[in-house]
């Protein structure tokens, strides 16, 4: 029984089988001032011919292939049929995994107008930094618009893009580095330039403590408004080099009386409603403060 087994099993890791498996769809060779809509999903299910073994191999490991569609013919109809690309999408994939269906065969598309428009460019990052360390300014796109191409429908949605992830670890120093724009998986439209110079200023940090004076807000229905304590501290971190730039004055600190008045609080919470660019409050105290009313 165990002999058969194993012979059965070389067997079948050593024939050539059919395998089906899903696939994502790009597209290359897009016809020049024609916009379009696909009219199906971009994931089709390709059906090749591969060894046994590599199904085996397929199944331990599963992935999702992507293979690229060429829309050269969209200049005459406004279909593409796959069983006319077989070998263009054989091309690429290795020699000894042969694609012989596509499902759908037909990709439909539906044309529109096509227009243009310039969105700004909107940087994205995950970084971590070194301790003490963190961005001190405005982070830079150069250039600050590109050009979007499309369907006059896809397009005016279209309020901004994003770049690929800028990632980093340990950071204690400006970053200067090329991000390519994420499209976000709209392939019917074309970018210009498709990628944007990224500049973001690094710096070393420090804690800094400043008194914010309270102001009381919706107050105006009473003779007087007293909170106590008046002022509260706020623990904040700055960049070294504007350690001096922000004082108290550069906050704002406000506690509101409709707090009180719709849900009879025993203590008013307080909240910065202005803070300087680019500084992080650690703390503030008292979060909660005590009052006194004369109507």
């Given at each position: ?29 897009i ?5 379009f809509?696909?009219l ?5 299910s ?9 199904i ?24 593409i049929?796959f ?9 690429q ?15 439909f ?12 460019v ?17 982070t ?15 397009v005016?949605n279209?309020d901004?893009?994003?770049t ?9 120093a ?5 991000a ?12 210009y ?12 940090i ?5 008194e914010?004076p ?6 105006s229905?009473?003779t007087?408004v007293?909170t ?8 904040f ?18 506690v509101?009386?409709?707090n009180w008045e ?18 992080q409050v ?10 006194f009313?004369?109507?």
């Open positions: 029984m165990g002999i058969s087994f194993v012979a059965w099993l070389l067997f079948a890791v050593s024939t050539v089988q059919n395998y089906t498996i899903n696939a994502g769809i790009s597209y290359v060779n016809p020049e001032k024609k916009a809509h696909p199906q999903s971009d994931t089709v390709i059906r090749m011919k591969i060894s046994g073994w590599k085996f191999m397929k199944r331990l490991h599963p992935d999702t292939p992507h293979i690229q569609v060429d829309l050269s013919g969209l200049k005459t109809r406004n279909f049929v069983t006319n690309q077989l070998g263009y999408i054989n091309r994939f290795p020699v000894d995994n042969q694609v012989v269906a596509v499902s759908p065969d037909t990709l598309f539906d044309f529109s107008k096509q227009t243009q428009r310039k969105v700004p909107r940087p994205v990052y995950n970084m971590q930094f070194k301790k003490q360390y963190g961005i001190i300014g405005d830079r796109a150069n250039p600050e618009y590109v050009t979007v191409t499309g369907p006059l429908e896809d005016a279209i901004f893009l994003e690929d992830t800028i990632k980093g670890t340990n950071v204690g400006d970053i200067r580095t090329v390519y724009l994420n499209k976000h998986q709209k392939n019917n439209i074309t970018i330039p498709t990628f944007s110079e990224i500049s973001i200023p690094v710096g070393e420090t804690e800094k403590v400043v914010v309270l102001k009381v807000e919706n107050a229905r009473y007087s007293r106590l304590p008046s002022k509260v501290k706020v623990v971190l700055v960049s070294l080099k504007d350690y001096n730039k922000w004082s108290s004055r550069d906050f704002e600190a406000i509101d009386m409709e719709k849900n009879k609080v025993q203590s008013l919470p307080v909240i910065l409603t202005k803070t300087p660019d680019y500084s650690i703390s503030v105290e008292p979060q909660n403060v005590d009052f009313v004369r109507r």
